[in-house]
Nanobody, 121 residues
Framework: QVQLVESGGGLAQAGESLRLSCVAS????????MRWHRQAPGKQREFVAG???????VYADSAKGRFTISRDNAKHTVWLQIDSLNPEDTAVYYC???????????????WGQGTLVTVSS
């Protein structure tokens, strides 16, 4: 069973930075892509950023400039650095792992439970 656990969320002031972490566990052999998504109150979940095992990154237009995604393949960990936070960044942030191979199974996409980021003005 593959599990993803996010951390690093919390309450922040506008203008501050946060670094979110997501660790995948479960006899993992490889993860093709790791992604961050967010769901603001009353809104649908949206893609934020993604990174492949080769290091290629992609960002939503709304994330370009202030968000930085990075990962450590050996540790099955992905981070999301958010700079210059503003109240519109308030959301539950989820990570997902795409095309996960374990010693026994393969998973198309696995999701974490999310971590709440609240930004006050």
């Amino acid at each position: 069973q593959v599990q993803l656990v996010e951390s690093g969320g919390g309450l922040a002031q506008a203008g501050e930075s946060l670094r979110l972490s997501c660790v995948a566990s479960g006899s993992i052999v490889s993860i093709e892509s790791m992604r961050w998504h967010r769901q603001a109150p009353g809104k649908q979940r949206e893609f934020v950023a993604g990174i492949t095992d080769g290091g290629s990154t992609v960002y939503a237009d709304s994330a370009k400039g202030r968000f930085t995604i990075s990962r450590d393949n050996a540790k099955h960990t992905v981070w999301l650095q958010i700079d210059s936070l503003n109240p519109e960044d308030t959301a539950v942030y989820y990570c997902s792992a795409v095309d996960v191979r374990t010693e026994r199974e393969e998973y198309r996409e696995v999701w974490g439970q999310g971590t709440l980021v609240t930004v006050s003005s």
